[in-house]
């Protein structure tokens, strides 16, 4: 068995299969990127302009005021429905409390009609014992005595009992029954009309409170219908914002990493005339994988432009694309489309093209993260490089493809130029 070969499955059988399975790596979620808005920058050879990152920048900070304008419309509906919700539990207290006196003056009406009923029946009794005496007296001869007199006068008992002395008249005949029977009606007619009103007041105010109180719970569920649009409204420009912030990234990026090589080429080529000219030297050295042990910059920049058009894809164990990836999916794919197969494991990508120092990193290189930076065997994710100490990953299970600082994940092992 050969001895590269023993390497691979000795790393094979101590490093975890997949990647971001590590919670060290577990970073704050980049939101997902809706697919209308993601954009591809290897259908154009050029790099982004100056003008193109300020607007991507402008449209970022103008995104970011018309969140925070929606955000403060919610806190206000927020306040608005509190403020309504207060009310509504005012108006039910209100509405229990008629409640109560609703139900007591309906018992009050039904004691006052129990006590008419009483009177009635006492008025009933005396006026047989009236007429029972009037006709004693009559049929013993006596004709028509006091209580002829009394029954009989036009002006009635009233004014009879006035003229002769009310005291006398009820010791001698017995007409106190007859006065206390006009009391009891007088008094519960008066309670009977006084609970009566009560009761119909009552009534009327708690089907008042009851409108009142249907009125402003409608209020309330209206108010609380504006909050939720206004939640919905706030989390879709909440998205927008996140997408023109990736994207001014990935511009600024782009645009940062084609200056840096521009300036490579150019002092490439300062080195070269000098040396055509016999001049000294420059300290500028070629790297030992640059003699086509490694790709070619093009294809580098290939592969970082097409991790940067997947921005905002899921991440997915062992995914490979086209819509969820895991890290050694995501750089497999890349550089497949730069015309470089790699295998779909971060253990084997170490090995398939020459290491780089991290001070001569181009685009498109692939970044390794190791628990143990001075044991290759414990490699668990892998990034692409895109300039300006940024890179393109898939992190870990509920994340997205997105841009993450090189040095972010913490124990970065080195670098890796694949070969074409």
């Not at 009406?109 to 006709?135: C, F, H, K, M, P």
């Not at 780089?356 to 490699?379: C, K, M, Y």
């Not at 299970?397 to 913490?410: K, L, S």
Request: aromatic share 6%; hydrophobic share 45%.
């Amino acid at each position: 068995m050969r001895s590269g070969e023993v390497t691979r499955r000795h790393i094979a059988a101590r490093t975890v299969a997949g990647c971001g399975l590590l919670t060290l790596l577990l970073l704050p979620l980049a939101p997902a990127v809706p697919s209308s808005v993601r954009w591809r920058l290897d259908g154009d050879p050029r790099p982004p302009s100056a003008a193109q990152v300020g607007a991507a920048a402008g449209q970022v900070s103008r995104r970011q005021a018309a969140l925070g304008a929606e955000r403060r419309k919610v806190s206000a509906a927020n306040a608005q429905l509190t403020v309504l919700q207060n009310q509504a539990e005012v108006l039910t207290e209100r509405y229990d409390q008629t409640m109560v006196n609703e139900q007591r003056a309906l018992a009050a009406y039904q004691i006052t009609q129990a006590r008419l009923g009483d009177a009635q029946r006492a008025e009933g009794l005396s006026q047989r014992q009236v007429g029972n005496l009037a006709a004693e007296e009559f049929e013993s001869g006596g004709g028509y005595g006091s209580v002829a007199a009394m029954l009989g006068d036009a002006r009635g008992p009233d004014a009879y009992l006035s003229q002769v002395g009310l005291s006398q008249v009820l010791a001698e005949y017995g007409t106190d029954t007859l006065a206390e029977n006009q009391a009891n009606e007088v008094v519960a007619g008066v309670f009977r009309t006084q609970a009566h009103d009560l009761l119909m007041a009552e009534q009327g105010d708690l089907r008042a409170a009851a409108d009142l109180r249907q009125a402003i719970r409608a209020a309330v569920s209206r108010q609380l219908d504006f909050v939720q649009a206004d939640k919905r409204a706030a989390n879709t420009m909440s998205a927008q914002l996140a997408a023109a912030q990736a994207r001014a990234a990935a511009l600024q990026a782009a645009r940062q990493a084609a200056l840096a090589a521009a300036a490579a080429q150019q002092a490439a080529a300062a080195a070269r005339q000098a040396a055509a000219a016999g001049g000294p030297s420059t300290s500028v050295q070629a790297p030992s994988w640059s003699q086509g042990s490694g790709a070619s910059q093009t294809q580098g920049d290939i592969a970082a432009n097409w991790a940067l058009s997947q921005l905002g894809k899921p991440y997915l164990w062992g995914g490979a694309g086209p819509e969820a990836y895991d890290c050694s999916g995501l750089t497999m794919q890349a550089w497949a489309h730069a015309g470089v197969p790699l295998l779909h494991w971060t253990g084997y990508q170490w090995e398939e093209g020459p290491h780089v120092p991290l001070t001569e990193l181009q685009r498109g290189d692939l970044l390794f993260f190791a628990t143990n930076t001075a044991d290759p065997s414990t490699i668990h994710h892998v990034g692409i490089y895109i300039g300006n100490g940024m890179m393109v990953d898939a992190p870990y299970t509920g994340a997205f493809v997105r841009i993450d600082p090189m040095y972010g994940p913490g124990g970065l092992i080195g670098a890796v130029r694949p070969a074409s």
